[in-house]
């Protein structure tokens, strides 16, 4: 049972290339998050998705695109990536309902640079 | 709007010690968890301890306490017997049991035991 697994866990990237980060889960969770955070801040909900094949947006969307095609997977793409979004990216799940809301389980984090 | 505040951005602590960490909080929810999460250097985030708003009784996790001050919006961290593993980030959150996914977290405590 490996819980939430991030790939890659670093990368650097010159401004204006494209990359995807790929978020895992084995525990059947039905929500996912990605999460960004920036030096001296918490962390800031990007986007989320409450099942398969569905997304929705959180409090800093923008530059960010994502895709939950299969249950188990949750994507977070940069098309035209800048270095304001340099940041570590946290991907977390959590079982579906209200119940659920008492523990979100969280990836190890991706550390981005961008160039 | 919901807000969660950490007024103390760093604190140190002899090790054997005890020391308390502050988070205030705002929101219009009427139930809510509200959750300590602990960054090591590693930079996982890992579950400290977890308070629903519903319950009075302040949670307890072995050396880990909270004192819930709901009328006060105050929800503060005491580690007793502090120990070296215990040197971290340490940030206060809250999710509303309402529709909204955003869990908020606090802009963290850096928290030093010293030998």
């Known amino acids: 049972n490996a819980g939430v697994t991030q790939t890659p866990k670093f990368r650097v990237l010159k401004t204006g290339q494209s990359m995807t980060l790929l978020c895992a889960q084995d525990?059947?969770?039905?929500?996912m998050y990605w999460y960004r955070q920036d030096p001296g801040m918490g962390l800031r909900l990007i986007h989320y998705s409450v099942g398969e094949g569905t997304t929705a947006k959180g409090e800093v969307p923008d530059g960010y695109n994502v895709s939950r095609l299969k249950k188990q997977n949750f994507l977070l793409g940069l098309e035209s990536a800048a270095p304001s979004q340099t940041s570590v990216y946290f991907c977390a799940s959590r079982i579906s309902g209200r119940a659920g809301k008492d523990t979100q389980y969280f990836g190890p984090g991706t550390r981005l640079t961008v160039l | 709007a919901q807000t969660v505040t950490q007024s103390q951005p760093e604190m140190s602590v002899q090790e054997a010690e005890t020391v308390t960490l502050s988070c205030t909080y705002d929101?219009?929810?009427?139930?809510?968890?509200l959750f300590w999460y602990k960054q090591p250097p590693s930079r996982q985030m890992i579950l400290v301890i977890r308070q629903e708003a519903y319950k009075q009784q302040n949670a307890t996790e072995n050396r880990f306490s909270v004192n819930f001050q709901k009328a006060a919006k105050s929800f503060s961290l005491k580690i007793s017997d502090s120990q070296l593993g215990d040197t971290a980030m340490y940030f206060c959150a809250l999710i509303g049991q309402g529709g909204s996914e955003k869990l908020v977290f606090g802009k963290g405590t850096k928290l030093t035991v010293n030998p």
């Open positions: 525990m059947n969770h039905e929500y």
């Open positions: 929101t219009s929810e009427s139930n809510y968890y």
